[in-house]
């Protein structure tokens, strides 16, 4: 048997003695125990979607940053390492 074999044969095997440990339950605690399955069902979902969300939001952040940091370059006169925007030439209000 190869590993991917006997790694589907012991989730098979874990999965039976679940559900035989389920049947062998009462009504009562068989309702607690699928309720508390559903909630580490969803929160398995919400954790796998919170790290699929977490990749794309990251690589947006770093577009938008890419993007921001090339506009604010962009018709900028450089005197060296110093920016001197097109807005800073006109003449200064007084307070």
């Known amino acids: 048997m190869t590993m991917i074999e006997k790694l589907f044969a012991g989730v098979a095997l874990a ?8 049947l062998c ?3 009562r605690r ?4 699928d309720a508390a399955v559903r909630r580490a069902t ?3 979902r919400r954790g796998a979607l919170r790290i699929y969300r977490w ?3 990251r690589r947006e952040a770093e577009r938008v940053a890419e993007e921001a ?4 370059q962009e018709g900028v006169q450089r005197d060296g390492n110093v ?3 097109r807005s800073f030439r006109g003449p200064r209000k007084p307070h």
């Open 69 to 72: 940091i090339r506009r604010a």
């Open 83 to 85: 920016y001197r925007p």
């Open 42 to 44: 969803q929160a398995c």
């Open 15 to 22: 999965v039976c003695v679940v559900l035989l440990v389920r």
């Open 25 to 27: 339950l009462g009504t």
């Open 55 to 57: 990749r794309s939001s």
């Open 30 to 33: 068989q309702q607690r125990f």
